[in-house]
C-alpha cells in the first residue's frame, strides 16, 4: 500500500489549496479514504478534515471545515483531492491521507496559511 500526498504550501490568508494523495498497492474504489490534519504543537492530535465513500457520492466534514472544504476522489485515477478554500492560520497543519479500514496513513503534506 502506497499514499503519496502532494499540494501543501505556503498560502495567504483567505486564499486557496489542492491538496492530492495517489494511492497503489489496494483496490482503490473499495474503500473510504479521508484526510486529517494535525496542527503544530505539542499534544496536537490528528484530527478528521474529511471523509468520502467508496463511490464519491457520500462525504462528510467536521463543522470547522463545513463549507470551505470539499473531498472527492478519481476511481479511474486512483487519486482523492481536497480542495481547501478560504483558509485560515488555523488550518496550518501537516494534512495527512488515510485509509481507515487498512489503518494505512500517507506521509503528509504540509499547510501553512500565513501573511
Known amino acids: 500500500v502506497q499514499l503519496v500526498e502532494s499540494g501543501g504550501g505556503l498560502v495567504q490568508p483567505g486564499g486557496s489549496l489542492r491538496l492530492s494523495c495517489a494511492a497503489s498497492?489496494?483496490?482503490?474504489?473499495?474503500?473510504?479514504m479521508s484526510w486529517y490534519r494535525q496542527a503544530p504543537g505539542p499534544g496536537k492530535g490528528r484530527e478528521l478534515v474529511?471523509?468520502?465513500?467508496?463511490?464519491?457520492?457520500?462525504?462528510n466534514y467536521p463543522d470547522s471545515v463545513k463549507g470551505r472544504f470539499t473531498i472527492t476522489r478519481d476511481n479511474t485515477k486512483n487519486t482523492v483531492a481536497l480542495q481547501m478554500n478560504s483558509l485560515k492560520p488555523e488550518d496550518t497543519a501537516d494534512y495527512y491521507c488515510?485509509?481507515?479500514?487498512?489503518?494505512?496513513w500517507g506521509q503528509g503534506t504540509q499547510v501553512t496559511v500565513s501573511s
Open positions: 488515510y485509509v481507515p479500514r487498512l489503518d494505512y
Open positions: 474529511a471523509s468520502i465513500g467508496a463511490a464519491g457520492r457520500v462525504t
Open positions: 498497492g489496494f483496490t482503490f474504489s473499495n474503500y473510504v
